[in-house]
């Protein structure tokens, strides 16, 4: 028997790896697959897009907000995968009815590298987990060594439209807009509390006036009229198009990010 501790706090106890995983975040389940658990992985929600694959593989049990419990039940899993903010306290609670619900809390870089290690322990990839911390970290060190001389701009990072809702502070998005050097006018905003708040659009130019608009690919499919309409209420501020992926996706999909960030200020 093993004992294990998630990222709540919350102890777990084993007599093996688990073997039959459910998981209902996107990026934590590419982590699983990069981990080389692609076989014990039975369950994984719509959202679930990489790899693609998995799609025609695996039982689809819903969307990270809203599960199939019965679905679950008859996939009969070990242990179930969730986060704290992409998962509502109301489905661990009553997922921890069927088996072991496992919740990560992300929001550094460091809590993403500490899922792995966690991950790497719980099902026996020690190995492939510090493989995965690894070339995070190179790759991380080199963006960092890439991005020291360049200069702060702020920026407005929106998630939605209608109504219009922007990335605030103490979220992992925020993490990485620091990482590039892009100040969140809506971190630490009196008058925008909360990890996504809904903001004023016409506000934007004396609550912030950004230097960057940036419309993330997720999780609302922004278009050129919402870029038309954004720039109406900023100064002088450029209004890029982003892959929110690399913002917002944390485990594995990290090792992807930092060229893309590089390609990105290449174009500002």
Avoid at 159 to 188: C, H, R, S, T, V
């Amino acid at each position: 028997m093993k004992t294990y501790i998630d990222q709540l706090g919350n102890s777990h106890t084993f007599e093996s790896a688990p073997k039959r995983i459910i998981s209902l975040v996107p990026s934590q389940t590419e982590l699983l697959f990069d981990l080389g658990l692609e076989d014990s992985i039975v369950g994984i929600t719509k959202f679930c897009v990489h790899p693609y694959h998995l799609k025609s593989t695996k039982k689809m049990i819903g969307g990270t907000k809203k599960v199939h419990y019965e679905k679950i039940k008859l996939l009969q899993p070990d242990i179930i995968i969730a986060n704290k903010e992409e998962n509502t306290l109301e489905i661990v609670e009553e997922l921890q009815k069927i088996c072991p619900v496992w919740v990560t809390n992300i929001l550094t870089i460091g809590d993403s590298l500490q899922m792995i290690s966690d991950f790497g322990q719980l099902f026996n990839k020690r190995t492939e987990a510090q493989k995965w911390i690894d070339k995070i970290q190179f790759a991380l060190a080199d963006f960092k060594n890439f991005i020291k001389d360049k200069e702060e701009q702020k920026a407005a990072y929106f998630i939605w439209a209608n109504p219009y809702m922007a990335a605030g502070g103490d979220n992992f998005i925020n993490e990485m807009l620091k990482l590039n050097k892009f100040k969140n006018i809506y971190d630490n905003n009196p008058k925008y509390e909360g990890r996504y708040p809904e903001v004023v659009i016409q506000k934007m130019k004396i609550q912030g006036d950004p230097d960057l608009v940036l419309l993330s690919s997720e999780p609302f499919p922004f278009k050129d009229e919402h870029a038309f309409e954004l720039g109406r209420y900023t100064h002088h501020a450029k209004t890029i198009f982003v892959d929110g992926e690399m913002f917002s996706w944390y485990g594995s999909h990290m090792a992807k990010a930092f060229d893309y960030f590089k390609k990105l200020h290449a174009n500002l």
